[in-house]
């Protein structure tokens, strides 16, 4: 069975600091992929970045990259240069390349910038 | 492309009383899920679909709550009766497997009260 957990419900940190969200896995699968998801208040989950078991380089987006440790288990979400939108609850997901394919969520942590 | 719709946004309903909900995926996402978000929570997958057959439904309260995906497209998710825990996000989901890592789309989901 795959899990996620993320071991910090919230955090709180100054505008324009990078910020490290924690999130380690568990699964017996060799092919596996590992996602983050953000979601404001207004309810929408939107995909920020994603990165592969077999990818050998950690997956950047813009001021989001993957800090990705496999023999750890590990695969936290950097965001650099804080910005007050980014404000908002983080999911770490996973999906297993084999059976059901399905995403299956940790349970968030709640990020607030401040000015 | 558009994206995946849901409707109702809002539902608010008393205890023992019926509610659907409805959901469009992406066109040609032949895989749809419905998730169940509890304030505070990360979301639980309560059924996947692969076209208009059930993937995984290992989660779903079948004794209150039936989906069904007719011709592989709509979705719907009903809750027959509805109990105070109930009240939730629901999140209806698609993907493609042409998509990074799977393509997974959220809708913006429907917020469910139980009173």
């Known amino acids: 069975a795959q899990k996620i957990t993320q071991t910090q419900p919230g955090m709180f940190v100054q505008e324009k600091e990078a910020v490290t969200l924690d999130c380690t896995y568990d699964t017996s699968d060799q092919s596996y992929g590992l996602f983050w998801y953000k979601q404001p208040s207004s309810g929408e989950m939107i995909f920020l970045i994603y990165?592969?078991?077999?990818?050998?380089q950690n997956a950047t987006e813009g001021r989001y990259s993957l800090n990705f440790q496999k023999a750890r288990k590990s695969a936290n979400l950097v965001i650099s240069a804080s910005q007050l939108g980014d404000s908002a609850m983080y999911f770490c997901?996973?999906?297993?390349?084999?059976?059901?394919?399905?995403?299956?969520f940790g349970q968030g942590t709640r990020l607030t910038i401040n000015p | 492309e558009a994206g995946v719709a849901q409707s109702p946004r809002y539902k608010i309903i008393e205890k023992r009383q019926s509610v659907a909900f409805w959901c469009n995926p992406i066109s040609g996402h032949a895989t749809l899920y419905w998730y169940q978000q509890i304030l505070g929570q990360g979301p639980k997958l309560l059924i996947q679909?692969?076209?208009?057959?059930?993937?995984?439904d290992s989660q779903l309260p079948k004794d209150r709550f039936s989906a069904e995906r007719l011709k592989g497209v709509d979705s719907t998710l009903k809750i027959q009766p509805a109990k105070l825990e109930d009240s939730a996000v629901y999140l209806c989901a698609s993907s493609s497997p042409t998509g990074l890592g799977g393509g997974y789309t959220f809708g913006s989901g429907t917020r469910l009260t139980v009173v």
């Open positions: 990165q592969g078991s077999y990818d050998e």
């Open positions: 679909f692969q076209n208009n057959g059930v993937v995984d």
């Open positions: 997901a996973m999906r297993s390349y084999g059976g059901a394919q399905k995403l299956v």
